[in-house]
């Protein structure tokens, strides 16, 4: 599901572990291309090979939970690797990191979805990509284009919650228990834990 494909820059995972390959002293923080290709090695390291650009994988965890659930030890190391990496650069850059998802929530969550897969209808997970898509991008744009707070955790929450909200209705059609399961997903696993008190 693509409820947080607008958060490329933004949402580049990062969360110290020890257990990572990658850090970002291999890594030019300040180039984009460099940045990425560190996190798809976290990934790529671990043998999982990704068929989503790494500023999309948070959406690959919610558009194909059976192949994160086919090993998800692995996956959650790769998360919470890629998720140091953009600790370390944000961190680097003098930028707050509570903008992003923290790991053992991460990891709660991925073991939340693999315990409901079996109720998630997938097939109609994949028809609605683009009408997420485009749900998500057009209500961030206009958060974007008609607010007056500049303040990059103010925008990162509001933006995740209007991926929320688009998960709940572009999936309401869906079958099972699908909008549900991945709308909770979003926002108790996958939204950063200092939204709770920013748009409160």
Known sequence: MAVVNFFCGLFVFGMLCGCCLATATDVDCKNQTSLLQAQENCFSQLGL???VDIGQIQNAIQDNPDFVCSNPGAFKSGMSCSLTVARSCLESAGVTTDILPQGD???AG???LCDHS???DTECIQQTKPALQQCATSGTVSLLSGNTNTNVTYITCKSF??????????????AHQTADILAYYAENYATPAVCGTVLQ
Do not use: F, G, K, P
């Open 49 to 51: 090979s990704l068929d």
């Open 105 to 107: 929530r991460i990891s």
């Open 110 to 112: 991925i073991d939340y």
């Open 118 to 120: 079996q109720d998630l």
């Open 161 to 174: 919650e209007i991926a929320v909200n688009c998960t709940r209705d572009i999936l309401a059609s869906c």
